[in-house]
């Protein structure tokens, strides 16, 4: 059973741009959601988190926007760089007790120049 | 460098040879987890531990095992591997309480 479902599974975007990636979950247990990034080679990496009492996180170019009622939350990339390129996985936790985190398929981003 | 460090990164086996992939981090954190990474399937948890001498099972724990005998260490026993263990491994540490994961480099391992 798939709790994370995660889309596009790839996403080209030129230089400059805005990438999208979503995610919808299933189970409203889930308080805190993470973004990694994971370049080739590479164990991934925590990029951004953001728990439901916010609707919108920013870090620098990366934003999570997060809607509790619709289940779904996304990640924009703006100014889109080559140095983007990689895989970026949403996930979903219960932060009370242990921390088991789903994590979605994965989306693979290409900025290309 | 705060670090979790897994080895051996590649493995080639061959069905039925037991193996023990080796995860240790230093970063004094209470939560481990073992994740495999197949093409199309994301992360998928394996085993997890809250702390020494305390785990418990992933969504795909079949064929593998785990111990947690100290704090830093937990590594990943594969007691006959299979041809379907073919994967890229990653180990994982989180100190909890809403904090993510540290992960480390990944193993890859062939089962032939």
């Known amino acids: 059973q798939q709790q994370v479902k995660q889309s596009p599974q790839s996403l080209i975007v030129q230089k400059g741009g805005i990438s999208i990636i979503n995610c919808a979950y299933e189970?409203?247990?889930?308080?805190?959601f993470p973004w990694y990034q994971q370049f080739p080679g590479k164990g991934p990496a925590l990029l951004i988190a953001?728990?439901?009492?916010?609707s919108e996180k920013k870090e620098g170019r990366f934003t999570i926007s997060f809607n509790k009622s619709a289940k779904q939350f996304s990640l924009h990339i703006m100014d889109s760089q080559p140095g983007d390129s990689a895989t970026y996985f949403c996930?979903?936790?219960?932060?009370?007790?242990?921390?088991?985190?789903?994590f979605g398929t994965g989306t693979k981003l290409q900025v290309i120049p | 460098e705060a670090q979790v460090t897994q080895n051996p990164r590649y493995l080639i086996t061959v069905t039925g040879k037991k193996l023990t992939v080796t995860c240790s981090q230093n970063?004094?954190?209470?939560?481990m987890s073992w994740y495999r990474q197949d093409p199309g399937l994301g992360l998928r948890q394996i085993y997890y531990?809250?702390?020494?001498?305390?785990?418990d099972k992933g969504d795909v724990p079949e064929g593998y095992k785990v111990s947690r005998k100290e704090k830093r260490n937990f590594p990943l026993i594969l007691e006959s591997p299979s041809p379907n263990q073919t994967s890229l491994y990653f180990c994982?540490?989180?100190?909890?309480?809403?904090?993510?994961?540290?992960f480390g480099s990944g193993t890859r391992l062939t089962v032939v």
């Open positions: 994982a540490s989180s100190p909890g309480q809403g904090a993510g994961y540290t």
């Open positions: 953001i728990r439901p009492d916010v």
């Open positions: 996930a979903a936790a219960r932060s009370g007790g242990y921390q088991k985190v789903t």
């Open positions: 189970n409203t247990a889930f308080d805190y």
């Open positions: 531990s809250m702390n020494v001498e305390v785990t």
């Open positions: 970063m004094n954190h209470e939560y």
